[in-house]
């Protein structure tokens, strides 16, 4: 799978919908990430043009959340020539229990 290529199916991490310190946008950004993520390496790297795209969010929005994200220990973000790869630790692992 290319990164940034949607899944049609991910497992959705419940936990994360109800954290009451995430926002919708945070909710809704994760939740995009996971389901580009690579499932052997935990990892995606869409743009944020492409994150905006296909969630119709200002790239201001989209860079709140993954720093929200991050600060939380939700993610990891290593800069890119022309992208984030972000790593999904934490959706990786649930995967690996819910092959």
């Known amino acids: 799978m290319l990164h940034g290529q949607l899944n049609n199916e ?16 945070d909710r ?3 939740f995009y990430l996971a389901s580009c993520m690579n499932h052997k390496e935990g990892t995606c790297s869409p743009t944020y043009a492409t994150i ?3 969630l119709g969010i200002s ?4 860079n709140r959340a ?3 994200l991050k600060r939380l220990k939700l993610i990891k973000v290593k800069r890119l020539a022309f992208a984030n790869l ?3 630790t934490r959706q ?3 995967q690996a229990i819910n092959p």
Do not use: P
């Open 10 to 25: 991910f497992l959705i991490d419940k936990s994360i919908l109800r954290d009451v310190r995430l926002s919708a946008i």
């Open 28 to 30: 809704v950004v994760y």
């Open 52 to 54: 905006k795209g296909h």
């Open 59 to 62: 790239r201001s929005s989209i």
């Open 66 to 68: 993954t720093k929200h």
């Open 86 to 88: 972000y790593f999904m």
């Open 92 to 94: 990786l692992e649930l």
